[in-house]
Nanobody
Framework: QVQLVESGGGLVQAGGSLRLSCAVS????????VGWFRQAPGKEREFVAA????????YYADSVKGRFTISRDNAKNTVYLQMNSLKPEDTAVYYC???????????WGQGTQVTVSS
């Protein structure tokens, strides 16, 4: 089992920044991919960013390229999502997830709310 706990969400004005954290514990050696997703009210969950440990590659949704950065601290088993130049349309609950490969996620966190005011 793998456990994920997100933190760092909150209320920020448009143009501001937030950094989300995802603490990963448990059978951490069992996953290759870590991703961030978000779900806005009334909308489906969408992909935001991900990286593969094996491929050492990062992936971003077009809507966040150049504004968001995914990174990790191996020593802390923590994955981050740095979000800059935030827009009201970035408002959503943000989730982190892990899985055996990019696109296949088995474990999810509980989510953290990000609200961007105009």
């Amino acid at each position: 089992q793998v456990q994920l706990v997100e933190s760092g969400g909150g209320l920020v004005q448009a143009g501001g920044s937030l950094r989300l954290s995802c603490a990963v514990s448990g059978r951490t050696f069992s996953y290759d991919a870590v991703g961030w997703f978000r779900q806005a009210p009334g909308k489906e969950r969408e992909f935001v960013a991900a990286f593969s440990w094996i491929a050492r590659r990062t992936y971003y949704a077009d809507s966040v390229k150049g504004r968001f950065t995914i990174s990790r601290d191996n020593a802390k088993n923590t994955v981050y999502l740095q979000m800059n130049s935030l827009k009201p349309e970035d408002t959503a609950v943000y989730y982190c997830a892990t899985g055996s490969r990019i696109g296949s996620y088995d474990y999810w966190g509980q989510g953290t709310q990000v609200t961007v005011s105009s």
